[in-house]
């Protein structure tokens, strides 16, 4: 889906990860669950560019639900994966602290893991090699990506600025559907593993200018970072 020009979301607003289609090539943000990969497919399509021209995927952590098809994308096609140095375990094992649930409907949370069954979320497969970044990085990448450090959900979590299509990709740093609940709007994401300090990581976004922040679960914001920052301490 064509978010604006250079910039496309694939799956929807349970799982989404993001295309930033520039001249120079390709680069991914967040690689979903495992059959996001037909819609990776069917968006390289719509837009006319063959997946060789895929410089880099960023994960902007390594939780499960956005590492899809992240392996698949470097075996085929040899596109190196980045991720911060402290999710690098993670996304190489799966293994992570269990964190409460936290508040959950019935509904929703059924409809979340339903919609990962059909996307074959049980069939991922782990980073077997990455490339490690660092909070400040820019990225030899299409957009030249930013990596902003986002402790909180992870201990490796990141939000990705690239200027180049005016947006901010925030992964689980904040969410504007809580999966779990069905809760739309701006508010923190489920699975966190400090809170608190995902929570005082908002304070990074204040410093960004874009007009699209874009989280791995919920609609699009089409707003300032600094807004959505406020609007999440405030569902807090």
């Known amino acids: 889906m064509k978010l604006a020009p250079h910039l496309h979301r694939i799956g929807n607003d349970i799982v989404a990860a993001y295309v930033v289609d520039l001249p120079e090539g390709i680069t991914l943000i967040d690689a979903g669950l495992p059959g996001h990969w037909h819609d990776l497919q069917r968006e390289l399509d719509d837009i006319g560019r063959p997946l060789t021209d895929i410089r880099g995927l960023v994960l902007t952590h390594g939780d499960s639900d956005h590492i899809g098809f992240a392996e ?42 339903a919609y990962g069954i059909r996307k074959n979320a049980l069939r991922t497969h782990h980073v077997a090699e990455v490339v490690e970044v660092a909070d400040g990085d820019v990225l030899e990448l299409p957009g030249a990506p930013l990596v902003i450090g986002m402790p909180g959900h992870s201990p490796g979590s990141i939000a990705v600025h690239v200027p180049a ?45 874009a007009s699209w922040v874009l989280p791995g679960h919920g609609a699009p914001w089409h707003g300032s970072p600094s807004d959505i920052a406020a609007a999440v301490r405030a569902a807090a």
């Open 72 to 113: 698949r994308l470097r075996q085929e096609a040899g596109v190196p994966v980045f991720i911060h140095a402290a999710d690098s375990h993670r996304v190489r094992t799966g293994e992570k602290p269990k964190t409460p649930m936290g508040p959950a409907k019935f509904g929703p949370t059924l409809g979340f893991f």
């Open 165 to 209: 299509v005016d947006a901010v990709f925030v992964g689980d740093a904040l969410t504007t559907r809580h999966v779990l609940t069905g809760r739309t709007g701006a508010q923190p994401a489920p699975f966190t593993d400090e809170p608190a300090e995902a929570l005082a990581s908002l304070d990074r976004l204040t410093a960004v200018t």
